[in-house]
């Protein structure tokens, strides 16, 4: 092989890997809006066992979630680091991890500047796929979603990811609406609700 075509390459295995991508509010952790009270930040059953699978098989771990309260400011980004701070103390505790964690602070007339600078990653919208995606060398279409929300399974459909799973929770009636209209115009799109995380298939 010729030395150009060797610079070419990519480091190997980069853009291969494949990544759990969840939501963080109503998948991790319980969904409590606005939260900023560390001591009602808990894991939801069964959120390690299945991290703990995906790290045995090879999976990035990525969280991408919508935290709005950030840019109405409800709370601060103090808040917002204090709680993933807990979430990771107790996965750690449990031997887990996550690879990624990036939110999208954006809202409608918010007036803080990295929320502007970056509406794009609130989903539905892409943006924070596309950065795991560059950031971690993913693959989508070896990918899984888990979310409790339209707004979680549908950009990542977008972006290739075919193994979609929707959390069951109180709003799900809304959701399943919401995910019926959207296949009508996309018929490959297919989920599954799932009540317990031992229910998703790698």
Request: proline share 4%; net charge negative.
């Amino acid at each position: 092989m010729s030395s150009s075509l060797k610079n070419d390459k990519y480091i190997e295995g980069f853009g291969d890997q494949p990544c759990l991508f969840l939501d963080r509010d109503g998948v991790i952790v319980p969904d409590i809006p606005y939260n900023t009270d560390l001591t009602k930040v808990s894991l939801k059953p069964g959120i390690v066992e299945i991290l703990e699978k995906a790290h045995a098989l090879g999976y990035w771990v990525a969280v991408v979630s919508n935290q709005s309260g950030l840019g109405r400011g409800f709370f601060s980004w103090t808040d917002y680091r204090r709680v993933h701070q807990k979430i990771c103390a107790l996965l750690a505790e449990r031997g887990q991890w996550l690879d990624l964690a990036l939110c999208a602070p954006f809202y409608e007339g918010t007036e803080f500047t990295p929320a502007k600078e970056r509406p794009h990653y609130r989903k539905p919208d892409v943006g924070m796929f596309a950065h795991a995606q560059s950031e971690l060398g993913v693959n989508f279409s070896n990918s899984i979603i888990i979310g409790d929300s339209a707004t979680d399974l549908i950009p990542a459909f977008r972006c290739g990811v075919r193994k979609a799973y929707l959390v069951e929770s109180k709003k799900m009636d809304g959701e399943l609406r919401v995910l019926a209209e959207f296949q009508k115009t996309n018929m490959e799109f297919q989920f599954q609700v799932i009540s317990h995380f031992s229910e998703v298939v790698f």
